[in-house]
């Protein structure tokens, strides 16, 4: 089955080509501000806006439908337009500008992942210069690139493998209180990381 992505564009400060954002927008909250600086001034008119308009600087602009929410809520912005996401059967969702700002956001993202991989949803986090995603009894292969791998424990432990990289793990138990697998590089063309068990969060980093 074909994937059904949704893009949310979150608050936090980034510089994203225009052509990254794909399928149905949503812009959560001060995400509104961040959609139209994208692209040197041609902007990304967003399909959908949500949030309590707290942070926002940039009028919803007309025909766009919006969700207003209190301003004292649970849910963080972002996570609520990846409800509605899920509510709209949405498959895959691409979360941008959601690293680097408020280190409180950052994390409530990270967390936000960890739900929507529960819910079998392919999820990934995008910031100025890094992405993060989940894997999880799983192998995954990434391309060579100029910067760092990193890869974390996310349950308790995580028997993991990593291969074409410049440290690589052969069924290695990776702990969530020591941080082994930060700031690796991939050396060959492409690299192979697997969670043989338990719950990875993989991190990219651009130089």
Known sequence: MENKICSIICGAPCKLKKELVEGFVIAADSGLDRCLEF???????????????????????????????????????????????????????RLFCALGGRASHSIANIQLLRELKKKQVRAALFGE????????????????????????????????????????????????????????????????ITSHEGLCLIVLEEE
């Open 39 to 93: 692209g040197n001034g041609i902007g990304i008119t967003p399909d959908l806006v949500v949030g309590d308009f707290d942070s926002a600087k940039t009028e919803v602009p007309s025909g766009i439908e919006i969700v207003t929410v209190p301003s004292e809520k649970d849910d963080t912005d972002a996570h609520l337009a990846a409800q509605i996401a899920l509510e709209r059967g949405f498959t895959e969702i």
């Open 129 to 192: 210069s890094s992405m993060m995603f989940l894997i999880c009894n799983e192998s995954v292969e990434l391309p060579k690139f100029s910067g760092y791998l990193s890869l974390f424990a996310m349950d308790e432990t995580a028997l993991v493998s990593e291969v074409g990289v410049k440290y690589p793990l052969t069924l290695h138990t990776l702990t969530n209180d020591f941080p082994l697998g930060v700031s690796n590089e991939i050396t060959e063309k492409t690299a192979v």
